[in-house]
């Protein structure tokens, strides 16, 4: 890490850790091989069609343990710890091994800036790979009966495009909460920056654990795992589970980390209902993440034992109960879909005043909306088993908290609408995502009660009608508030401008794809398309709906193509852009573009309030007299900061 | 850990810091073992419970608790600066921690009548045991990491957070078996 002179493949951390990933596998599935052996068990049969892939099943769990762990050793993320376990001192902020260049991001940083984009890029990635999935399996769908795929063949595809897409939402959560939440609150990193290295790179063996389910016989439980089938899929099985394993402990740490920087960080001033209110939701976000994520953990270590060790707990015939699995999972998973939106609903609301030149309507019931909706969150998960054999009386409280969801969500759209009411709206690419999201998380909320009442859900239940509802609330509250993110900060992060017109056509492609795609498939469900299946019948008379939505997947992956090329193309070629394109108040814009490595060079106080748009008076305050001392000092680094008064009122 | 060149100020500004990170950390981890707690009693109920040795349950449990008292004891003596002390204590704490470890790995799953793999019930008492286990495994390794570290006179009584949060921990995992105890050896009768 410290050696910057090095050169050559191995100075990068991923390849290091990939490479190192690779021995660690290596040695634990030969540890377990070696142990089967004195035991007397067999070692090695091959036989993919008969789900034999060479080591024993109880090897391959181990040997992608080890490797996660030495993958976490060869990236270097852990050395620091290493040392002061050794009693050995380390530098609180050490410097990077390249300080710049896109070899950076390849390697271990502890800057959070770094770090965040580094979840933005991998997130993206992750979510093409996903697209990619769902393209597949789409075009199966495009006409009844197979063509392409096999039944399994689509099955896993089908489960991986679940998976995978959450994976790389929690990885976009992460980017946003990773970049913003410092920033916002005037802190030069998070509060514990080693921790935030190891939350994102453990998500990298999380991923490649995760994909190699794909050639270990896949597995055909989508991505909910319900036990008993996954207690008897392939070994596939065992890699989703430790994949989601591993991305869930990053998600657990990236919390922990929000959450303690949320508290202890933030600058003078800047009591809790003076914070930005991105951090809001990013702290509601932390708190369901920090708690709720160890059960999906849990449940699904439960069910690997019961593959490994033969245990019983979801058995019947060993007295266990599947119910229970599904109440360990859904506990963590309801709560996670509000981890996928809360932060994008905080952008939402955090850009809406920007463009409308508007103060944020409601901004203290806005901030509590969100932990509204987070602890309404934890009572709410039975509503997905209205169907599974529990007992019918939880069903009427569960119908009445999740219910209740809709009104601290009603607020946020109360609030949302007052404040672009009467306002001067301008209508650059981000707040086109953001009214985007806005029309499509309205379709998605409203397509949720029908599923939250017992009558109407125990015929909606595993329909396409849930896969639409479902897909209209990821794209309304994480992928265009997601989008809106990434045009919105694009020039912060890297001092350039994005291209505005590729930028439009980006989002006049996806909304139309969206709507077409996601009203599609809740026809579709209306009509009797069951979710999960590979094949239907053409005389359910959907034929025309399930090409439509392919023909929207098309488009909608399209459009996303577009944004990476303008984006990676804008990153290095488009034009230089002003420190604050936006006339935003909000704190990060008086750095310079792209933020210097340890923010603000001069600690700020919160003055006034964040979204005071139109009206006279700073949010925040460099003090003067320490400002022009350290500008005599440093004319360079002084000169760039501009002036809060003059840029940050309207 | 790697503070030992901040001023007394910056210090103790970063164990708050520190103390919040380790108490979420807490909060965290007791998840697991309340859906534990939760599955148990999901599946069976307070009438049943596994068929273990009262005796062994007996001999671990108090040996954990008195453990918790000497790792009292340790953090307590090295924020009085008595370092002779913190290390008495914590070498008494680390060797009850291993007596736990051999009396629940090394006796009570070797004398259970039945494997993990014969019903959900030996499957809650392995893993709830096994996870429980595997706390006070890394509890000790962490003792002994702090307490290596405090030979090498790294930790003052000003400056000790690592001798806290190890003893916090120890204490977190104690708490955990007084509520898994009653759970697997008190409360219910074994099946007929």
Redesign the interface.
């Known amino acids: 890490m410290k050696d910057t002179q090095k050169a050559g493949v191995f100075s990068i951390g991923l390849v290091r850790g990939l490479i190192a990933m690779l021995i660690g596998f290596l040695t634990g599935a030969a540890f377990v091989s070696l142990i089967r052996l004195i035991l007397g068990l067999s070692v090695w049969t091959w036989n993919p069609s008969g789900n034999q892939f060479g080591f024993a099943e109880s090897a391959w769990v181990v040997g992608a343990i080890f490797g996660a762990i030495a993958f976490m050793l060869g990236v270097g993320v852990l050395s620091?710890w290493l040392k002061?376990?050794n009693?050995q001192?380390?530098?609180?902020h050490p410097a990077d091994a390249f300080a710049s260049g896109w070899k950076r991001y390849l390697s271990v940083s502890f800057d959070h800036k770094a770090i965040g984009v580094q979840y933005g890029v991998t997130s993206i990635v992750v979510i093409g790979l996903a697209g990619i999935f769902a393209l597949i399996f789409r075009t199966e769908l495009a006409q009844p009966g197979m063509q392409l795929l096999t039944l399994e063949r689509y099955n896993t595809i089908m489960s991986l495009h679940g998976i995978v897409m959450i994976v790389g939402i929690l990885l976009g959560v992460g980017a946003m909460s990773n970049y913003l939440v410092p920033l916002m609150i005037g802190a030069n990193d998070m509060?514990?920056p080693r921790?935030n290295a190891f939350a994102y790179w453990i998500n990298v063996p999380a991923a490649v654990i995760l994909l190699s389910s794909y050639f270990l016989g896949g597995f055909d439980t989508g991505w909910t795992g319900y036990p008993p089938l996954s207690a008897k899929a392939p070994l596939g099985m065992d890699m989703f589970f430790l994949g989601v394993y591993f991305a869930g402990l990053s998600s657990?740490l990236g919390s922990?980390?929000v959450?303690?920087t949320t508290?202890?960080?933030r600058a003078k001033g800047m009591h809790y209902f003076r914070m930005p209110i991105f951090v809001w939701t990013a702290l509601a976000t932390a708190v369901i993440g920090?708690?709720?994520?160890?059960?999906i953990?849990?449940?699904f270590q439960?069910v690997l034992?019961?593959r490994v060790?033969?245990?019983?707990?979801f058995?019947p015939d060993?007295?266990?109960?599947p119910i229970?699995f599904q109440?360990?999972f859904w506990?963590y998973s309801h709560p996670a879909v509000y981890v996928f939106v809360l932060t994008g609903l905080g952008v939402i609301s955090e850009l809406l005043p920007v463009f409308a030149r508007k103060p944020l309507f409601g901004y203290r019931w806005v901030a509590l909306s969100s932990f509204g909706i987070a602890l309404v969150g934890f009572l709410v998960w039975a509503h997905h088993m209205f169907t599974s054999g529990m007992s019918p009386y939880l069903r009427i409280p569960f119908m009445y908290s999740t219910l209740l969801v809709a009104v601290p969500t009603g607020v946020k759209f109360f609030s949302w609408v007052a404040t672009i009411w009467e306002g001067k709206l301008s209508f650059e690419t981000p707040m086109l995502f953001v009214l985007g999201a806005i029309s499509i998380f309205l379709l998605g909320g409203l397509s949720g009660p029908p599923n939250a009442t017992v009558a109407t859900d125990l015929h909606l239940q595993d329909t396409y009608w849930i896969v639409g509802h479902f897909h209209a609330t990821m794209f309304g509250g994480f992928v265009f508030p997601f989008f809106a993110a990434i045009y919105y900060w694009f020039p912060k992060i890297t001092g350039r401008m994005y291209n505005e017109k590729l930028g439009k056509l980006h989002f006049f492609l996806m909304l139309p794809g969206f709507y077409i795609q996601s009203l599609s498939q809740m026809q579709a469900g209306l009509l009797g398309m069951r979710r999960r299946i590979g094949d239907y019948d053409p005389a359910l008379g959907i034929n025309l709906q399930q090409l439509l939505i392919t023909i929207a997947a098309f488009v909608i992956f399209f459009s996303v193509v577009i944004a990476v090329v303008n984006l990676i193309y804008s990153a290095r070629r488009g034009p230089i852009a002003a420190s604050n394109p936006w006339r935003s108040r909000s704190p990060e814009f008086m750095l310079p573009s792209p933020i210097p490595q340890h923010n603000y060079e001069h600690a700020f106080e919160v003055v006034g309030e964040p979204y005071d748009y139109g009206i006279a008076g700073a949010y925040v305050s460099i003090d003067p007299d320490r400002y022009i001392a350290k500008e005599e000092e440093q004319p360079a680094a002084g000169g760039a900061v501009t002036s809060p008064t003059g840029a940050t009122t309207d | 850990m790697s503070t030992g060149t901040l001023s007394i100020a910056d210090y103790h500004k970063k164990t708050v810091t520190n103390r919040l990170g380790l108490w979420l950390f807490i909060v965290s981890d007791a998840f697991v073992f309340a859906g534990l707690f939760i599955a148990r009693f999901y599946l069976y109920g307070a009438g049943v419970r596994p068929e273990l040795s009262q005796i062994v349950g007996l001999i671990v449990t108090s040996i954990l608790v008195l453990s918790s008292f000497f790792a009292n004891r340790g953090e307590v003596s090295m924020a009085y600066g008595d370092t002779k002390g913190y290390f008495r204590n914590t070498l008494i704490t680390i060797i009850l921690g291993i007596a736990f470890l051999i009396g629940v790995v090394g006796v009570e799953w070797q004398i259970a009548p039945y494997g993990p793999d014969h019903d959900a019930l030996w499957s809650l008492f392995y893993t709830m045991t096994g996870f429980h286990a595997f706390h006070v495994l890394t509890g000790v390794i962490f003792l002994v990491i702090v307490y290596r570290n405090a030979r090498k006179g790294l930790y003052t009584a000003e400056r000790h957070f690592p001798v806290e949060a190890a003893a916090v921990y120890w204490h977190f995992v104690d708490v955990v078996w007084v509520f898994f105890y009653p759970a697997l050896y008190l409360i219910g009768l074994p099946p007929i």
Request: charge should be negative.
């Open positions: 620091d002061w376990m009693g001192q380390t530098a609180e509060a514990f921790l657990i922990l980390n959450i303690a508290i202890r960080l920090l708690t709720a994520t160890q059960l953990g849990l449940s439960m034992f019961e060790f033969g245990m019983g707990f058995a060993k007295g266990g109960n229970l109440h360990l506990f």
